[in-house]
């Protein structure tokens, strides 16, 4: 079964420190990976994503994330925080190539990221 | 061009009772997928709905059910409320991702806070 796993569950930050959550997954087949982000009081937001080509993504607000398949890994980093990131990030994956697995998307447990002024 | 809706905001509800949930998709999407995310968790998959019909189900007891209308809005129905069903609802929309032949972003609501007593 597909699992998706965060090595952080919270981390705490000063204003332009530099930024990285981890994310591994597992699963043997070709997968599509997420980064999303729920600010607080607000819905989730797709941060960037992964399909194929280039590992590295870069998505919204300056964030990129890195694919590294021979370590099922697609860590998010920032290089320089802001107060405005502070919010919850996860980490999500999603099955291809299979027409029983759709679109449905298997999430980590989430970091709760506190970024000081 | 509106988003994902969702109704109501929040729900109080005690053990052993019924609850209904909406879901507006976002316009021009045709199908809805469902999470339940528990307090500190990530969210997890119960099941999604295009044309209609229950096209995918992740581990969910009978007790949850869902229901498509010909406008593509969506609810979800849980039975026999436990204290553990206590969680954020999350509707995403999308594309049927057979249709495009690629993976099909989904976009989230607000969610629905179930408390369950």
């Known amino acids: 079964a597909q699992s998706v796993s965060q090595h952080n569950h919270h981390v705490i930050l000063s204003e332009a420190a530099s930024l990285e959550l981890g994310c591994n997954y597992s699963?043997?087949?070709?997968?599509?990976l997420f980064w999303y982000v729920q600010y607080p009081g607000q819905h989730l937001q797709l941060l960037l994503k992964?399909?194929?080509?280039?590992?590295l993504v870069k998505g919204i607000k300056g964030f990129e994330a890195e694919f590294i398949k021979s370590k099922f890994s697609f860590n998010l980093r920032k290089p320089s925080v802001q107060w405005s990131d502070t919010a919850e990030y996860f980490c999500?994956?999603?099955?291809?190539?299979?027409?029983?697995?759709?679109?449905?998307?298997?999430f980590g447990g989430g970091t709760r990221l506190m970024v000081k002024p | 061009d509106a988003g994902v809706t969702q109704s109501p905001t929040h729900l109080i509800k005690t053990r052993g009772q019924q609850v209904t949930l909406r879901c507006s998709p976002k316009s021009g999407h045709d199908t809805v997928s469902w999470y339940q995310q528990a307090l500190g968790q990530g969210p997890q998959f119960i099941f999604q709905?295009?044309?209609?019909?229950?096209?995918q189900r992740g581990n969910f007891p009978d007790r949850f059910s869902g229901h498509q209308f010909p406008n593509y809005s969506s609810e979800l129905n849980v039975n026999a409320l436990l204290l553990g069903d206590s969680a954020l609802y999350l509707c995403?929309?999308?594309?049927?991702?057979?249709?495009?032949?690629?993976?099909?972003?989904?976009?989230f609501g607000p969610g629905t806070r179930l408390t369950v007593l």
């Open positions: 995403a929309s999308s594309l049927f991702w057979q249709k495009w032949s690629s993976y099909n972003e989904q976009f």
């Open positions: 999500a994956a999603a099955v291809t190539g299979n027409n029983n697995a759709g679109n449905m998307l298997t």
């Open positions: 992964y399909f194929s080509g280039d590992p």
């Open positions: 709905y295009y044309e209609e019909e229950e096209r």
């Open positions: 699963y043997g087949g070709t997968v599509n």
